[in-house]
């Protein structure tokens, strides 16, 4: 499977309801050439300008570059009942813009584009995404101007300008101060040796502000934050301690990646998986998984756990207070609150945050079965004991009472 990378220069996009790309218009150009390699002579036949060109003798004008649209959006005249390519849920159109003809007509499943936005203001009017450089641009060009005024006063420290007395046939001119420069001054001047001008520059400044501007640029990309995690101080520190502080660093750093992996990662996958799966690449699954067409497809990487690892996080301490405050509580305010909770939903929970390998979870079935037996144990336990008191209570009804004559012969 390949993938190709486009400019966001070169596309436009519109939103759903749930501020995700549905449509994408995608610019793109292709000589004469190489739109018949794509799309075939029959395909392009009412495109005069492209068929001109492709049969030209002029060199030029076979290399001349024609403008083309790939539109894909959602189908909404699509009959359910077909399954053909103009029936698909998103349609797709190409269009020679020199021309005005369309010239392919196809559809998807799914949308083709997967369009990534590292951050994104929520306005109706501003659908494209912004990255950490656009935010770090004004300081990377004021580093840059910083970086060329401090090698030019390097260079002044190293290589200072000179000035010199005049002799015969030269005129004093300028005071000039750049980098290996000569001022001529009169010869008359008891202070006309050549003597440097503007000598050891302070540079002290400069690389305090150098510093501060690479600062701020890394902290723009989150560098700190992802340092953080690979760099944690692990002197002193036991194991429990240094994983909570690589879990602390992977909480804050998450919010910087999540609509990136949410976007983009995901749903790539998610569609290779799907794609390679209508191919049939995959082999069959085994039986007691169930039914095959439903699976979901789960990241357990260090960053996409980050999330997870917070909700469990939050979840453990909150029951970790609440067993504080229920030691105040009367047995049956404690047990209402018990009740209150879906343990078996927050132990479900728990294993998909933390990742619980798939070995150590039992089957829906299994579960099912072993509930089955142990009720009916509990049955049989309680059928048991229902006998036992019932021939108990027998066996007092035959005990002769006290003072009776069979009661006398003992």
Request: contains cysteine; proline residues 5%; hydrophobic residues 35%.
């Amino acid at each position: 499977m390949l993938f190709t990378d486009y400019p966001y220069a070169t596309f436009f996009f519109t939103e759903d309801e749930n501020q995700k790309p549905n449509r994408v218009y995608r610019e793109f150009q292709y000589t004469a050439e190489q739109a018949i390699g794509e799309w075939g002579e029959d395909a392009l036949r009412c495109c005069k300008t492209i068929m001109k060109a492709y049969l030209s003798k002029d060199e030029a004008q076979r290399r001349e570059m024609h403008t083309f649209i790939h539109l894909v959006e959602p189908n909404k005249c699509r009959d359910r009942t077909k399954i053909d390519k103009l029936n698909k849920k998103y349609k797709s159109i190409f269009i020679s813009v020199g021309d005005l003809q369309v010239i392919k007509e196809g559809g998807f499943d799914r949308l083709p584009y997967r369009i990534a936005r590292f951050m994104k203001y929520n306005t109706a009017s501003n659908v494209m995404g912004y990255s950490p450089a656009m935010d770090a641009m004004p300081i990377i060009k004021t580093l840059e101007q910083l970086k060329k005024k401090f090698l030019f006063a390097v260079e002044k420290n190293l290589n200072p300008a000179m000035s010199r007395g005049v002799t015969m046939g030269m005129t004093p001119n300028q005071v000039r101060t750049t980098p290996n420069s000569i001022s001529n001054f009169d010869s008359r001047n008891p202070e006309s040796k050549p003597t440097p001008i503007l000598q050891q520059i302070d540079l002290s400044y400069t690389f305090q502000e150098l510093d501060l501007l690479v600062k701020d640029i890394e902290d723009a990309f989150f560098v700190p934050s992802f340092q953080t995690i690979t760099n944690i101080d692990k002197s002193n520190a036991t194991a429990t301690e240094i994983i909570a502080r690589q879990n602390e660093a992977l909480i804050q750093i998450s919010p910087a990646v999540s609509r990136t992996e949410d976007e983009w990662l995901d749903k790539l996958l998610k569609d290779v998986f799907v794609i390679l799966q209508d191919k049939r690449m995959f082999k069959e699954p085994p039986i007691e998984l169930g039914d095959s067409s439903e699976f979901r497809l789960e990241f357990t990487g260090v960053l996409s756990s980050a999330p997870k690892l917070s909700e469990s996080i939050s979840t453990m301490n909150y029951f970790q207070e609440l067993s504080v405050l229920m030691e105040f509580m009367p047995e049956d305010k404690r047990m209402e609150i018990m009740n209150s909770h879906n343990f078996y939903e927050i132990t479900k929970t728990l294993q998909e945050n933390r990742n619980l390998p798939a070995r150590f979870r039992r089957s829906q079935e299994e579960i099912e079965e072993e509930t089955a037996e142990q009720q009916q144990a509990q049955q049989q336990a309680m059928e048991q004991q229902q006998m036992m008191e019932l021939a108990k209570s027998q066996d007092l009804s035959k005990t002769p009472e006290e003072g009776s004559a069979m009661g006398g012969l003992g």
